[in-house]
C-alpha cells in the first residue's frame, strides 16, 4: 500500500498562489506517474497535471501556463505551483500515483483531497 498525504490548500483571491505538497509512503516500487485532479461540486474529477518519473508533464488546457508540476524522486513528492488563479480553479485537489511493483503489475492511489477555494 502507498500513502499519499496533501498539503498546501486553502483560499485565496483572484490572481493569487497556492503551491500543493503531495508526499508518498509505504510500499513504493517505482512511482512511475504522480499528478494532480480536481473535482468542483457537481462537476467529474479531472485531471490538472501529471508528471512522469523520466519528467514528462501533461497538463489540462485550462491551467496551462499558469500551473507547474514538479517532483522530487529522492522524496517521493509532488508539487502544483498554481499562479494567476480564478475562481472557476475552485475545486477538490487530489494527489494520484501509480505505483509499478513490475510488467503488468501496477496500481493507481489517491490521496484524501485538499480544497482551493478561488474568491474574493
Known amino acids: 500500500q502507498v500513502q499519499l498525504v496533501e498539503s498546501g490548500g486553502g483560499v485565496v483571491q483572484p490572481g493569487g498562489s497556492l503551491r500543493l505538497s503531495c508526499a508518498a509512503s509505504g510500499r513504493i516500487f517505482s512511482l512511475t506517474t504522480m499528478g494532480w485532479y480536481r473535482q468542483a461540486p457537481g462537476e467529474e474529477r479531472e485531471l490538472v497535471a501529471t508528471s512522469s518519473s523520466g519528467g514528462r508533464t501533461n497538463y489540462a488546457d485550462s491551467v496551462k501556463g499558469r500551473f507547474t508540476i514538479s517532483r522530487d524522486n529522492v522524496k517521493n513528492t509532488v508539487y502544483l505551483q498554481m499562479n494567476s488563479l480564478k475562481p472557476e480553479d475552485t475545486a477538490v485537489y487530489y494527489c494520484?500515483?501509480?505505483?509499478?511493483?513490475?510488467?503488468?503489475?501496477?496500481?493507481?492511489?489517491w490521496g484524501q483531497g485538499t480544497q482551493v477555494t478561488v474568491s474574493s
Open positions: 494520484y500515483t501509480r505505483n509499478r511493483q513490475g510488467v503488468g503489475r501496477e496500481s493507481d492511489y
